[in-house]
């Protein structure tokens, strides 16, 4: 059964996608934006009030990384968040009241069902590459952004691979694809990843600063603050490429040279004590306290449309 405070595999999150949305019918809505390599579904959730009218949007993915567990799980409870205390919680109800959040709570599904059944260290895609025998890219090495230049690989081989080709993975290419359609109301474009307590922002795929640098900074210092405040958790925030290290062919350098101004990579708890394995007993308090970023960058995105 499905559960907030535990790791759930897809077939219980898929299961819960759909029983959640219809619960809540007021809230949210759900739609395909195209099925993974191995055939699955991919469901993107808008949660928003229903206006009638076009709203603004941030767009959030969890679960590129197959083994980063906890992301998955942040995002099933955001949607929980966001639909419990909406009417209760004023920055929640504005946000909803004037936004809408497009959450994909499992991006790369097939790499997260393997490392439910056969490798828990799994990271990549599950797609074959034509003469090699090793299997998967990395989809965060896979987008238009120095594509494979720096901090990427082009052997099948590696945990970095960039793949065959821009957008060779049919997952990167269901998400560019709905972003470039909707990117005149996506005004934010939130990636969690996990584990070392990040809040990087381009650029990664060079060491030149974004035209944004200044605001996008002033922005992550504020979102880490108000993450410490909750249980002291501390972040660093800064651009990719000189906060953690290069690497090209990410999504959030994609989508901010595609316009989407308020572009962030998180990087979850822990800072490597478990890393990957991250206890259950952490989820609730690591959830509850990145709610506190994300609403912090929502908010202030709302504040400067
Ligand atoms: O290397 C990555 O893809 C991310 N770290 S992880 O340990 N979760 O794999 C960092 C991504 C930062 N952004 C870009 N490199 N574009
Ligand atoms: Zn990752
Ligand atoms: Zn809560």
Known sequence: AHDYTKYNNWATINDWVVSISSANANLISRQVIGNTYEGRPMHLLKIGKKTGSTKPAVFMDCGFHAREWITHAFCQWFVKEAVSTYGSDSEMTNLLDRMDFFVLPVFNIDGYEYTWTNDRMWRKTRSRNSGSNC??????????????????SSNPCSETYCGSSIESEIESKNLANFIRSNKSIIKAYLTVHSYSQLLLFPYSYKYGLAADHSELLSVSQGAIAALRSLYGTKYTSGPGASTIYPAAGGSDDWAYDLGVKYSYTFELRDEGRYGFLLPESQIKPTCEETMLAVKYIASHVLKNL
Not at 144 to 151: H, L, M, N, S, V
């Open 135 to 152: 299997i998967g890219t990395d989809p965060n090495r896979n987008f238009d952004a120095g594509w494979c230049t720096i901090g990427a």
